[in-house]
């Protein structure tokens, strides 16, 4: 419990030295995280409703609710995937516990999740669907960083073997951006396809966060099964697999 504690408190700091010198020397500082994330929405908007309209009402918020659940996986896993190589020198600390670093690359875009969540607050309020559910958003937060940590562990020791699952990522995150439901619905899809985005473990977390954000209720059983079993498989095989192969990390490095 106590080793638990140091790394958790590890974790913060290292988050909190990254966050303060990545936007150390820019003018705008902690607004670009949610600046790139807005300047998405209004595309993906004028796309999918000016051009080609899906038919979604309240589209603006239907899009930054997803943003908010994919940019937050996208950029966590972008940055933990080569961690390890990238940081070999605290690899290299004999006291050093590696595992910390995956968790921060988690950790860090997880802030820039929560400064974009006033200007959700803000259109939701305008929109008239602030919902009392919406204090369940936390928890869908948590749930969501098991299940990126427990994926993060498992790319960051695979990557110091084979450097090649970094390329994978890349790959996987294009690919995924258009398979998530991020700036449209399952009931746009037909239905001969959409065990493509049921097999994704971020669409039930995508419908997850809709609901209780947009529609004001709590989100489908299903749904709630997929995360919590996902994210728990997730955190159970990422550390096996990172205590197993951190064995090596020195020799590989």
């Known amino acids: 419990m106590r080793g638990q504690r140091q790394l958790a408190d590890l974790v913060v700091h290292l988050a909190r030295r990254q966050l303060a010198s990545q936007h150390r ?32 009402e309240n589209f603006a918020v239907f899009v930054f609710t997803g943003l908010l659940v ?33 968790l921060v690359a988690v950790a860090v875009p997880l802030v820039d999740a929560l400064i974009a969540l006033p200007v959700l607050v803000v259109m939701l ?15 869908l937060l948590i749930v969501q960083f098991a299940m990126t940590s427990g ?32 700036f449209y619905g399952l009931k746009n899809v037909p239905e001969r396809f ?15 966060t809709r609901a209780i954000l947009l529609e004001g209720r709590l989100p489908a059983a299903s749904d709630v099964g997929i995360v919590l079993g996902v994210s728990a498989a997730a955190v159970l095989a990422g550390t096996f697999v990172f205590r197993r192969l951190e064995l090596d990390f020195v020799d590989e490095l």
């Open 25 to 56: 020397f820019t003018l705008l500082g902690w607004m670009w995280p949610l600046i790139r994330q807005l300047a998405q929405l209004a595309v993906l908007v004028f796309l999918f409703s000016s051009v080609l309209d899906l038919g979604i």
């Open 70 to 102: 994919w940019s937050w996986f996208a950029a966590a896993m972008t940055a933990a995937t080569p961690v390890l190589v990238n940081e070999r020198h605290l690899v290299f600390s004999p006291r050093f516990p590696s595992i910390a670093l995956p």
């Open 125 to 139: 309020a305008f929109e008239g669907e602030l919902h009392p559910t919406f204090l369940l958003f936390p928890l």
């Open 151 to 182: 994926i993060a562990l498992i790319a960051s020791a695979l990557n110091v073997y084979f450097r090649d699952v970094n390329n994978v990522v890349g790959v996987g995150l294009l690919l995924g951006f258009y398979l998530t439901p991020v």
């Open 194 to 208: 959409q065990w493509l985005l049921q097999v994704n473990p971020l669409t039930p977390l995508v419908n997850a």
